[in-house]
């Protein structure tokens, strides 16, 4: 049996197709937009175009939009999809950390099930937005925000709000503090947050899934944070979406 995963996220949208054994057949990414019922629309045409029809397949729902995919024979929370995503990926005990666009989540596995969780929605400071907002700020990419910290100093963003951070931000600018510097501080700020929250649920080894788990940079610093290996695979950022496929799969429709 096949089922089909989709994560509808604040910034972006993912669907996975797999069978019960984990094995991909179909992946996306899109930006979620302004709509996540428009998102959950496309999905199901992007779906189509690959030859799955999600009207006619077990199709799980999960993220910040899943009340959005009318045609979802369940709902289930992000916590319970990346955690059966992450195992299905990494197969070994220890913490997930997946770092979104509205909110950071550490789940902690045992055995492939939820021990414990925590989690930071109410302030963007120390997510995938905040680094948006500073990455615009300097007027550059993600990516190239990562390049440029990577040769950076390091600079203290001490704010704890994302507006008052930006304020920060436009003052060391206004200063002629170096690109690279603030770009260190920018990101040191955000892995800081993240590894605060990590750590009430300790692990011996970590696993970053979410957007950021491609970010080389981000990973070896929060490693260095925590004072652990932090891992990170080639599906990583479809955590949620594969969870969310394997627990479809199991569906009786």
């Known amino acids: 049996m096949i089922g089909i995963g989709i994560d509808i996220g604040s910034t972006a949208t993912k669907a996975v197709v797999a069978n019960d ?24 045409k992007r779906l189509q175009q690959a030859g799955y029809n999600a009207n006619e397949l077990p199709v799980v729902a999960t993220g910040y939009g899943r009340i959005a995919v009318p045609y ?6 992000e916590i319970t999809c990346h955690a059966r995503g992450a195992w299905a990926l990494f197969a070994e005990d220890g913490t997930v950390v997946d770092v979104g666009g509205q909110d950071t989540k550490a789940i902690g596995l045992a055995a492939g099930k939820v021990r414990k969780f925590v989690m930071n929605d109410k302030c963007s400071a120390g997510t995938g937005r905040f680094l948006e907002i500073m990455a615009d700020r300097l007027g550059v990419s993600q990516q190239e925000l990562a390049r440029l910290a990577a040769a950076g ?24 503090e170096p690109r690279e ?73």
């Open 21 to 44: 054994a984990g094995d991909i057949a179909e992946k996306l990414v899109m930006p979620t937009g302004f709509s996540s019922v428009e998102a959950a629309d496309e999905v199901a």
């Open 72 to 77: 979802a024979n369940k709902v289930v929370t």
């Open 153 to 176: 100093q390091p600079t203290v963003i001490s704010n704890m709000c994302t507006v008052f951070a930006e304020s920060e931000v436009i003052s060391l600018v206004g200063k002629g």
């Open 181 to 253: 510097n603030i770009a260190r501080g920018v990101i040191d700020s955000v892995v800081s947050r993240v590894a605060t929250l990590v750590g009430q649920v300790p692990a011996s080894r970590y696993f970053l899934t979410g957007g950021l788990c491609e970010n080389d940079y981000v990973r070896t610093r929060l490693s260095e944070e925590l004072s652990a290996p932090v891992d990170s695979c080639e599906n990583g950022r479809f955590a949620g979406a594969l969870g969310a496929a394997l627990l479809a799969a199991e569906l009786d429709v």
